[in-house]
């Protein structure tokens, strides 16, 4: 079986995507405990360049997709994340990537205005629960505390993908992206391959001019490469929980 991080990621999360509005969702309210099966369909989610400290204990990162932008591997099969238990809860102890915890918020450009809009996806369980504690998304038509965190939070995740974005072109400015695959033969004799990504070429690294990589320190380049490549050892924890 052969599968692609990159075609893992594009399975749909966002199904019906709203600019909020203070009629149409006066009654929703947020669950923040819902859990996570939305994401069982997410072989692999897009990083940025403030989680690659975090997500390198728990998951591999690699580089995918026309932009080639980091992502964390989830899962060995195609439409599977092993992250998420049969409840729909996160395993614990694991980093959950920001692209998840944001959801079922979203920002939205708008092309007319060319301005964003924060989104809901009204499909979501999280709005649809019954919870006591679930925390409502408006209060006398005024958006509620929760709405303005979750802009703060989302508006953090556009600047982390513009330093993202920066990192990504000095790699590839460098010439340190090179294809890799990775095949695994998990229980029972099944042997699957991972391919259509990118690594960064250790020896290329290493090799970078004084320079580049004062310059790279200085932006915090050199940490986040050093935390990819410390990211390799994490596919047998994916094998042992794919068992």
């Not at 390198?56 to 591997?73: C, H, K, N, S, Y």
């Not at 959801?103 to 996806?121: G, H």
């Not at 960064?200 to 050093?226: H, I, N």
Request: proline residues 6%; charged residues 20%; glycine residues 6%.
């Amino acid at each position: 079986m052969t599968t692609s991080p990159q075609a893992g990621a594009n399975a749909p999360m966002f199904a019906q995507a709203r600019a909020l509005d203070p009629q149409r969702h006066a009654h929703l309210r947020f669950d923040r405990q819902a859990g996570y099966a939305f994401a069982r369909g997410q072989t692999a989610v897009p990083l940025v360049a403030t989680e690659f400290a975090m997500a390198a204990r728990d998951l591999p990162i690699v580089f995918a997709g026309d932009e080639q932008m980091p992502m964390a591997v989830l899962g060995l099969r195609n439409a599977q994340n092993l992250m998420v238990d049969a409840a729909g809860r996160w395993r614990p102890s694991r980093y959950i990537p920001a692209h998840l915890r944001r959801y079922p918020f979203i920002l939205q450009e708008d092309p007319a205005s060319q301005r964003y809009a924060l989104c809901v996806d009204e499909d979501a369980e999280h709005l649809r629960s019954a919870a006591a504690d679930a925390q409502p998304l408006f209060e006398g038509g005024q958006p509620a505390p929760v709405v303005g965190e979750m802009l703060q939070f989302l508006g953090e995740l556009q600047a982390g993908l513009a330093m993202t974005r920066d990192y990504v072109a000095a790699l590839r400015a460098e010439n340190l992206l090179i294809p890799r695959q990775v095949a695994v033969d998990l229980q029972g004799g099944e042997r699957v391959t991972l391919d259509g990504f990118l690594v960064v070429d250790e020896s290329r690294f290493d090799q970078l001019p004084d320079a580049t990589a004062t310059a790279w320190m200085r932006k915090g380049w050199l940490a986040m490469t050093y935390f990819h490549l410390q990211s390799r050892l994490n596919w047998g924890h994916l094998v042992a929980l794919a068992q």
